[in-house]
C-alpha cells in the first residue's frame, strides 16, 4: 500500500533552515509527481511547492519562493524540501502528498503523509 | 484570502443532504479539474473527488461532486455523524502556476 512518512521537522529560530524528508514506499515512485501542502495551526490547508516526476519542473507558492526548494531522489524514493530563512508564519504540519499525475496539469493529491510539525519561534 | 471561495461552515441533520460551493476563475476551475478533500479532526486530508466527479476506491457514493463554469459542488446525501470534518476544494491555477485550496468549509451535524 502506498506510504508516504515525513520527517526533520521540529523547532526552529527564525532565519535559521531546516530539511524536511519523505520516505515513499508502495508504489513506483518516479512515475509521480509530489507536492509538499502545509498547515498551519487552526487554519486552512496552503500548498507549498510542487515537483514533476523526473525534478526537471518545479512550482513554488509565492510565499516561499526563494527560501524553499523542493527536490527528489529517485534512486532512493525520498522527497525533500530545504527550508531556509524560516519565518514565524511558516509554523504549520508539513505534509508530504503524491499527485496523480507524472507532469503536466496536476490532478490532485491522491495521497498524504501524516505530517511533521515545523514551529519557528525564537 | 483563498483563490477558491468556500462557505466557512454548513449544517444538517443526521439523515439529510448537504452542498458546499467552491468559486473560482477561468485560470483555475474554469480550465482545469477540481478535487475535494475531507480533513477528519487531528487526521491528515484525504481525497474525497478527483477529476470534477471521480470518487476513488472505497469512497461512498454518497459523496458527489460536480463542476460548472467557474465553481463546483460537493454534495453529501445520508449525513452521518462521522462525516463532521473539515472539506476543501483544490486545483491547479494556470496564472498562478500552483496548486490553490479553498479556504475550508466545516461540516457539523446536527
Known amino acids: 500500500q502506498v506510504q508516504l512518512v515525513e520527517s526533520g521537522g521540529g523547532v526552529v529560530q527564525p532565519g535559521r533552515s531546516l530539511r524536511l524528508s519523505c520516505a515513499a514506499s508502495g508504489f513506483t515512485f518516479s512515475t509521480y509527481a509530489m507536492h509538499w501542502v502545509r498547515q498551519a495551526p487552526g487554519k486552512g490547508l496552503e500548498w507549498v511547492a510542487l515537483i514533476s516526476h523526473d525534478g526537471g519542473y518545479k512550482y513554488y507558492a509565492d510565499s516561499v519562493k526563494g527560501r524553499f526548494t523542493i527536490s527528489r531522489d529517485n534512486s532512493k524514493n525520498t522527497l525533500s524540501l530545504q527550508m531556509n530563512n524560516l519565518r514565524v508564519e511558516d509554523t504549520a504540519i508539513y505534509y508530504c502528498?503524491?499527485?496523480?499525475?507524472?507532469?503536466?496539469?496536476?490532478?490532485?493529491?491522491?495521497?498524504w503523509g501524516q505530517g511533521t510539525l515545523v514551529t519557528v519561534s525564537s | 484570502q483563498s483563490v477558491l471561495t468556500q462557505p466557512p461552515s454548513v449544517s444538517a441533520a443526521p439523515g439529510q443532504k448537504v452542498s458546499i460551493s467552491c468559486s473560482g476563475s477561468?485560470?483555475?476551475?474554469?480550465?482545469?479539474?477540481v478535487s475535494w478533500y475531507q480533513q477528519l479532526p487531528g487526521t491528515a486530508p484525504k481525497l474525497l473527488i478527483s477529476d470534477n466527479n471521480k470518487r476513488p476506491s472505497g469512497i461512498p457514493d454518497r459523496f458527489s461532486g460536480s463542476k460548472s463554469g467557474t465553481s463546483a459542488t460537493l454534495g453529501i446525501t445520508g449525513l452521518q455523524t462521522g462525516d463532521e470534518a473539515d472539506y476543501y476544494c483544490?486545483?491547479?491555477?494556470?496564472?498562478?502556476?500552483?496548486?490553490?485550496f479553498g479556504g475550508g468549509t466545516k461540516l457539523t451535524v446536527l
Open positions: 483544490g486545483t491547479w491555477d494556470g496564472s498562478l502556476s500552483g496548486w490553490v
Open positions: 502528498t503524491r499527485d496523480r499525475a507524472a507532469a503536466g496539469i496536476p490532478l490532485g493529491n491522491d495521497y
Open positions: 477561468s485560470s483555475n476551475i474554469g480550465s482545469n479539474f
